[in-house]
């Protein structure tokens, strides 16, 4: 039982490039999150799915977009990458109550 | 929108020592949830609570859902190195437009063998 699954763990991409993170689950949850970790500034929400067919902005929405592909899918995408972006992406997925996190991507923009 | 405060932001500590940590909120929280998140690796949930005034165990780690339902205390008993890592309170108030859960910015734990 995979859980959360990742890709990619590491990226380098250079300012104005664009890309996306996968995410995957076999849980069978309906929501799925996209979480960004800065130092001391904790988790952030992106983009959240409630369920299949739905995506809402969360608190940090600006210069991403997410598709919920299907119900183990939910994707994360960068237009065009901008150093502000360097962080750590965690996707998540919940049924009921706590979430389970994939092991994240670590992103760097030069 | 509604924020976590979570105390203290680091703390160092001798192998052996008790820890102590909490999260304070301006709003009331229906649920309350505390992860780990070891270097390099996602969170993972360590103790849930779901009624006000509940102590709930997990081995050496004891979390307090607040009367108040605005607060969240979490203790680990007796430290030891794998106890390294940052932790994060999470609060969730099912009345919200949302659901989602909220999180402290995490206290990170050194622990000095």
């Known amino acids: 039982n995979a859980g959360v699954t990742q890709t990619p763990k590491f990226q380098v991409l250079k300012t104005g490039q664009s890309m996306t993170l996968q995410c995957a689950q076999d849980m069978n949850h309906n929501s799925m999150y996209w979480y960004r970790q800065d130092p001391g500034m904790g988790l952030r929400l992106i983009y959240y799915?409630?369920?299949?067919?739905?995506?809402d902005k969360g608190e940090v929405p600006n210069g991403y977009n997410v598709s919920r592909l299907n119900k183990r899918e939910f994707s994360l995408r960068l237009e065009s990458a901008a150093p502000s972006q360097t962080s750590v992406y965690f996707c998540?997925?919940?049924?009921?109550?706590?979430?389970?996190f994939g092991s994240g991507t670590r992103l760097t923009v030069v | 929108g509604q924020q976590l405060n979570q105390s203290p932001q680091s703390m160092f500590i001798q192998e052996g020592e008790d820890v102590s940590m909490n999260c304070t909120s301006s709003?009331?929280?229906?649920?309350w949830l505390w992860y780990k998140q070891d270097p390099g690796e996602g969170p993972v949930l360590l103790i849930a609570?779901?009624?006000?005034?509940e102590l709930t165990s997990n081995g050496r780690l004891t979390a307090q859902f607040g009367i108040t339902r605005k607060d969240s205390f979490l203790n680990i008993s007796a430290s030891i190195p794998s106890d390294v890592g940052i932790y994060f309170c999470?609060?969730?108030?099912?009345?919200?437009?949302?659901?989602?859960?909220?999180f402290g910015k995490g206290t990170k734990l050194s622990v000095k063998p």
């Open positions: 799915s409630a369920s299949e067919g739905t995506t």
């Open positions: 709003s009331i929280f229906n649920t």
């Open positions: 999470a609060g969730r108030n099912y009345g919200g437009s949302q659901g989602n859960l909220i």
């Open positions: 998540a997925s919940s049924e009921t109550m706590g979430y389970t």
């Open positions: 609570l779901y009624k006000a005034g």
